[in-house]
């Protein structure tokens, strides 16, 4: 019987062990934390977003974003469906795609993996942190930090990135793949709030609005996502400046369109009609935008005080509120840091792993998946599909 030792209780360990059971292989866990699968109780706000029905390669980042087909074909989002749904996992599919348990809790993913777990007659063991694989004789020794010694045929590196410490992943895993000759592309934390000049920002802490965030560096567009945007006391969160985190570099600028649904000329003919409410500037953008959101945009065109009548806005005063409302700039200062951040963008390069199997090109019988490889996916239940489908792609491949 093959042994096969998989190093990390996350969501692509755990599916690889399950599969690698399933295909006859003796399989042990190895977990640094208590208990596995931690990561999995917070996803999604705790109800795990655990895939989404448009995954695609357009949906994932790395050196060569392509590397996921292979997995995802091998293993895909109905796969996954079927997958939970025989271990008694009944979903739901929500906005733009997002698959979530249809409980509503993070808990029945992990509780359904434990459960076949069991059932496959895995060995668990939690507090072990591994510090070490190495080649043995045809096979692998796996040491912890705490002098022990393991023995496997096969190993499945799942350690997970560099990402939200506090739920397991510390980034140990980088480290064993660079020992076993493994390149690391560059890392940074990705799905990560923005932090900008707080100038604005914090009168607005707390408030979200429907909008459109584009990244702009050297005058230029870089990417733009639509969606709610959260105003917090460091900058801007929300799934907008998520999914845009990656390109928030210092010196670029997040701006904001608050009015995406009406052209720069359908909005000032808005504006225009306003002016004869016969209100004050105080409540000149009731009923449009959120009272602290609208006080704030007259500051920014330095339109004070607020006492001052509506209607004595000049053309001039309404097209720079109209400019303000499609592209209100916010100096980007950087990102939160990994504590805050989903994932890890970069990662081990996937010009050294096969894509139909996840096994290295430089240690033959050494698989690794999810989020320690050079893929990332966007915030959506990506993410998780991308463990899915490397773990089982790679616990199948490591037990045959
Ligand atoms: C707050 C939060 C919310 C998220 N929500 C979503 C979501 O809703 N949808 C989505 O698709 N994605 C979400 N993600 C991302 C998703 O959780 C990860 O991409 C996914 O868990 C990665 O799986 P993995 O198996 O590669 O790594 P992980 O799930 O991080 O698992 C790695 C495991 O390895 C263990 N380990 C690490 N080093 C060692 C070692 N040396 N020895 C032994 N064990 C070790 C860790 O303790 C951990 O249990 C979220 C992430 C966070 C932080």
Redesign the pocket.
Known sequence: MTRVAV???????LIAAVRAAQMGADVTV????ER?????L???NGR????NINADVSHYHGQNPKFMMSALSRFSVGDTLEFFGDLGLLTKTEDEGRVYPRCGQASAVLDVLRMALERFGINVVCG????DVRKNKGGFLIEAYDGSIEYADRVIL????R??PS????G??YE?AKRLGHTITPLAPALVQIKTNTAIVKSLKGLKIDARLTIESGGQAVANDKGEALFTDYGISGIPAFQLSRYAKKGADAVLDLTPEYTREELKAMLEVRKYNGSSLEAYFTGMFQKRVGHAVLKTCGLLPLSRSAASLSSEEILSLAATIKAWRFPIEGTLSWNN???TSGGVSTKEVLPPTMESKLVRGLYI????LDID?DC????????WSS?YTAGEAAAE
Do not use: D, P
């Open positions: 190093v990390g209780g996350g969501a692509s360990g190895y977990e640094r934390g596995v699968g931690k990561k999995i917070s996803t999604g795990c977003n655990l895939t072990f942190e591994v510090k799942a350690a997970g990135g990402a939200a739920l397991g992943s510390n140990s895993g064993i951040a989903q994932i998946t999810g989020e320690l996916g959506g239940g990506y993410n998780l599909q991308w463990a773990g």
